[in-house]
């Protein structure tokens, strides 16, 4: 997604958060204070991970949806329901910041290379669908 898709959502949805590098940088990683190493990692090139923004606009779009709630719990359920999970799974020890050190600058060698990924071409491998195969219920 485009900054320029993302601020013309954020004009047509009278969101606080206008882009997606709006919310990480001015919201999220103001709140989510957590001590990094010992299985937690972060990088300060997360947009550069296309697992870690799929995540995050995730978060973000929740966020924005639940704090138009009238409902008085509906931060609290955001918190439970999404933050804690979606960033627990984004800084686990094998999520997509394997390998990234933010507190020196470093990432994954200075660069997101396809070879440094788990898979080629940084996507999972899958076989199609044999003739005959559904996928429905």
Known sequence: ?????????????NTVYPTLDAFVEEFLAKIYDRSLGHG???????????EAVF??????HAWEAM????????MAQW???????????????????KGCQP?????????????SAPHAGRILPVDPLPAGASTAP
């Open 55 to 60: 995540y995050l606009t995730a978060l973000w």
């Open 103 to 115: 507190n020196d600058g470093g990432h994954r060698g200075g660069e997101h290379r396809p070879e």
């Open 79 to 97: 918190t439970t329901h999404y933050l804690f999970p979606i960033m627990d799974r984004l800084m686990a020890e094998n999520g997509p910041f």
């Open 67 to 74: 704090r138009m709630s009238e409902e008085p719990v509906a």
């Open 40 to 50: 937690l990692t972060w990088c300060s090139h997360w947009w550069a991970h296309a």
């Open 1 to 13: 997604m485009t900054d320029q898709h993302q601020q013309s959502q954020g004009q047509q949805t």
